[in-house]
């Protein structure tokens, strides 16, 4: 399975999701981690960046919500404890067991 982290250099929350990112895949080895800059508004509006982080699950956003706009913000996540910056692990334990 593939997951691209998308991320913006603004926002701090991609270090959170990275983290949970690295640990998915020491659990689970065939998880292939790849990381991708997204660092002008341009390459934000052709890609569909709906704010950072973002990740793509085999290329799709599992998070994504169909009215959201496109550009370099920071990204909210509805998360059992409330909003948050990054999904939870068990989210993205959750998202990837069923990608």
């Known amino acids: 399975m593939d997951v691209t982290l ?5 926002c701090p929350n991609w270090k959170t999701l990275d983290r949970h990112l690295a640990t998915l895949a020491t659990e ?3 998880l292939k981690v790849t990381r991708r800059l ?4 341009e ?11 973002s990740i793509l ?11 959201a706009a496109a550009g ?6 509805q998360t059992p404890a409330g909003p948050a910056g990054s999904p939870t692990l068990a989210q993205l334990r ?3 067991a069923h990608g």
């Open 6 to 10: 998308l991320y913006f250099e603004g």
């Open 28 to 30: 689970m080895p065939d």
């Open 38 to 41: 997204v660092d002008t508004a």
């Open 43 to 53: 390459l934000a509006q052709e890609i569909g960046f709906h704010g950072s982080p």
């Open 57 to 67: 699950v085999d290329g799709s956003d599992p998070f994504a919500r169909p009215a």
């Open 72 to 77: 370099l913000t920071c990204r909210v996540y």
């Open 94 to 96: 959750d998202v990837v």
